[in-house]
């Protein structure tokens, strides 16, 4: 405060006018469909894409009402949550936040809201960006489809002397061998689910 007045932020997030209308059916070909024009029309001639990967869908299932999937592009990964009715769902401004409960654990989601948008409002948890580590679109599906497969697995406890031995490469089963085809700079998908939940190894 200063002389006796508040000071007013520079910007505030757009809120919903009123819920955001649920997805009766599966969103996927939606989403897909936006972000090729995204891609197309906005994104295709900036120098940070990677230009080995194109577009694509990962997913989206329901869970607890609402959609969850995931979402590939040149510029990200990332994890969608969609409304679909359900109890995941929260109408927030954008860039807002919110923390949801999965199996693997809470996760963090920014909200986006842009009522002019084929897809006016979703919750994304970004995965990836940029993506110039991924070599290849079977890399970034394989990605992708491991973290939605982690995320509806639920979160083991280890006996406290298994929590208390120090990792090795047996007793890391998600870490790719070296040397293995599967084996990439991205974490392996139980470590980095870990840190998006705020757990730590």
Not at 116 to 137: D, F, G, H, M, R
Request: glycine share 6%.
């Amino acid at each position: 405060m200063s002389g006796g007045r508040f000071r007013e932020p520079l910007y505030r997030a757009e809120r919903p006018q009123s819920p955001a209308r649920p997805h009766a059916d599966n969103p996927a070909p939606r989403v897909l469909a936006m972000y090729r024009r995204i891609w197309e029309t906005t994104m295709r001639d900036l120098d940070f894409v990677n230009r080995a990967l194109e577009v694509d869908i990962a997913g989206f299932r329901r869970h607890r009402g609402d959609w969850v999937g995931a979402v590939i592009t040149p510029w990200f990964v990332n994890l969608y949550v969609l409304p679909g009715g359900g109890e995941l769902w929260r109408d927030l401004g954008s860039g807002e936040r919110v923390k949801l409960p999965f199996p693997i654990g809470e996760l963090e989601f920014i909200a986006d809201y842009d009522p002019a948008a084929e897809i006016p409002a979703a919750l994304y948890c970004p995965l990836l960006a940029p993506v110039t580590a991924l070599k290849s679109q079977d890399e970034a599906l394989r990605m992708a489809m491991d973290a939605l497969e982690t995320l509806f697995t639920p979160a083991a406890v280890p006996p406290p002397a298994e929590a208390a031995a120090p990792a090795t490469p047996e007793a890391a089963p998600d870490a790719a061998a070296p040397g293995d085809p599967a084996a990439s700079s991205v974490p392996s998908r139980r470590a980095f689910f870990r840190r998006l939940a705020g757990h730590r190894s």
